[in-house]
């Protein structure tokens, strides 16, 4: 996580980096702060490091912070932009930049407390993923390309979205205990498991999956398995 502070004044600077610092340590939350001194700087910045959210004061000299947020615009659509102002004149062309909110000054810690909240909030979480040792080597899989799991023989085979499928030596409960988590995944039965997310049908006792392949359902599993998978493409329909 990447922010950067927006104003002309040094000691207007300083001061927000160490009040947001306070505020994302109470959070366990790590994140580069960078100060910078105009709109021209935060632009140059910008080009080879893109921000998470930006902190843009609105009149500073030379470009102002909401001509620095139209410029932005025009390239990158996901910084999070909150103007600091002392008046909020300018709200519908923040409007117009999509400005995540404006902080009036002066504002109080819990202003921004419930900012930074909503800041992380908007964030996109990072895919989750799991080690699993095949070879030898440890492998990093992330969740989204499992297809599904089955247990035999002592070994766990793991179909890929990347067509691959990978063997590794573990027991099945500790390999989806923390997929189980997960609203994707769905234990078909003893030893199998499947991602709901490159499922594309439900028939005949089996999921249909995106890569061809069918993941059978135990019997007593077969209507738990049809509302799961239902209740996922609601899910994913409304999201």
Same mark, same amino acid.
């Given at each position: 996580?990447?922010? =950067?502070?927006?104003?002309? $004044?040094?000691? @207007? ?5 160490? !009040?947001? %610092?306070?505020? +994302? ?84 810690? =819990?202003?921004?407390?419930? $900012?930074?909240? @909503? ?5 996109? !979480?990072? %895919?989750?993923? +799991? ?89 007593? $599993? ?18």
């Amino acid at each position: 996580m990447r922010i =950067a502070i927006v104003d002309d $004044l040094a000691e @207007e600077r300083a001061l927000l980096k160490t !009040r947001l %610092e306070r505020q +994302l340590a109470r959070r366990g939350v790590q994140a580069e702060l960078l100060e910078l001194e105009s709109s021209e700087a935060f632009l140059a910045a910008e080009k080879t490091q893109r921000f998470t959210s930006a902190f843009l004061d609105i009149y500073m000299d030379g470009m102002s912070g909401m001509d620095a947020a139209r410029e932005l615009r025009k390239t990158n659509t996901d910084c999070l932009l909150i103007f600091t102002t002392t008046s909020t004149d300018h709200a519908l062309e923040g409007f117009q930049v999509r400005a995540l909110h404006y902080l009036v000054k002066p504002f109080s810690d =819990a202003e921004l407390s419930g $900012l930074v909240d @909503e800041m992380l909030a908007k964030l996109p !979480r990072p %895919e989750p993923s +799991l080690s699993v040792k095949v070879c030898g080597s440890d492998v990093r899989l992330r969740y989204r390309d499992i297809i599904s799991a089955e247990h035999f023989a002592h070994m766990i085979n793991v179909r890929t979205t990347a067509g691959k499928t990978l063997a590794t030596r573990q027991s099945f409960k500790v390999f989806t205990e923390p997929l189980k988590k997960d609203p994707r995944f769905f234990v078909c039965g003893r030893g199998v498991i499947v991602n709901l997310e490159h499922a594309a049908d439900f028939q005949d006792a089996a999921f249909c999956m995106t890569d061809g392949s069918r993941v059978y359902v135990s019997q007593e $599993l077969l209507k738990p398995a049809r509302q799961a998978f239902m209740e996922f493409l609601l899910q994913r329909g409304q999201g």
